[in-house]
């Protein structure tokens, strides 16, 4: 199919509805996702996980057909991971479809790489945050309001030093639960960074904090939550923040991803 000229983009757009472009856009945001992550997101409330599964796959292999998206060559868990570990990024007709349609996108084509396995990890570990959030909103225990990934969710700032900084979370929130909005910024960790790595991003969030910048917008400071998975660095990221006095612990929740509860309903930090 030809996606030259204007002709080509009547084309595109021919070939895709309101779901297919709400799909690429979900791939665009986290980059990366498996076809798991794709039926949690769109096709979850099928009437049953097989009905369900077997629409995303037909959907996703039609996308791909038209380049809207396309494979990356190895699956996450490699070759036995089967059909739902098959990883997407967006397609050159995606990027076109999306340029096209949207003011904020760039204005050049996006250029597509491979990954590093530990990007990669990371990429789709977070992608796994946002649909264990959408579990939880499903089952009725939230509403999700507003959910940024990166870079879309960065805040620049002024630090100590007058220096110009990016703050770059992992992923943003804002959700409620009964009548109270609550906001949060996300970390996830796999265990591939040194403990002093994570000190240094907890000292950005406590540079942003002392700007100001955020509590103005809303009144409140997002809680920042530690998603760590093995316990002993969980102790040791909490013994390190408790070791610097420089540093507002109020600020930080250490928690794992199968305590979500817990860490979307606890008390973000006061305002000043």
């Given at each position: ?199 240094d991003k907890c ?70």
């Amino acid at each position: 199919m030809s996606t030259s000229g204007r002709m080509g983009l009547t084309r595109l757009r021919e070939h895709a509805n309101e779901r297919d472009l709400a799909i690429i856009r979900s791939i665009r945001a986290f980059k990366f996702l498996t076809t798991r992550h794709v039926y949690e997101l769109h096709f979850a409330l099928h009437a049953s996980y097989v009905s369900g599964i077997r629409a995303c796959t037909r959907v996703l292999t039609r996308l791909e057909s038209h380049r809207f998206i396309t494979r990356l060559p190895r699956s996450v868990g490699g070759t036995g991971g089967g059909s739902t570990s098959t990883v997407w990024s967006v397609g050159p007709a995606g990027d076109r479809l999306l340029r096209s349609g949207s003011p904020d996108q760039p204005a050049g084509r996006s250029r597509s790489f491979e990954p590093t396995l530990m990007f990669l990890s990371h990429t789709l570990a977070i992608a796994d945050l946002r649909v264990l959030l959408e579990q939880h909103a499903r089952a009725g225990e939230l509403e999700l309001l507003d959910v940024q990934p990166e870079p879309h969710n960065w805040r620049k700032f002024t630090g100590r030093s007058g220096r110009l900084l990016t703050l770059k979370p992992d992923l943003t929130t804002v959700s409620a639960i009964g009548d109270e909005e609550l906001f949060h910024f996300w970390e996830v960790d796999l265990g591939t960074e040194p403990i002093h790595r994570l000190i240094d991003k907890c000292r950005s969030y406590q540079q942003y904090y002392d700007s100001g910048i955020e509590q103005a917008k809303t009144g409140v400071f997002p809680q920042v939550v530690w998603l760590l998975g093995d316990e002993r660095r969980r102790q040791r990221l909490r013994q390190a923040l408790s070791a610097d006095s420089s540093m507002r612990n109020d600020l930080f929740l250490i928690s794992t991803p199968d305590r979500l509860s817990g860490a979307l309903s606890s008390e973000p930090a006061a305002a000043n």
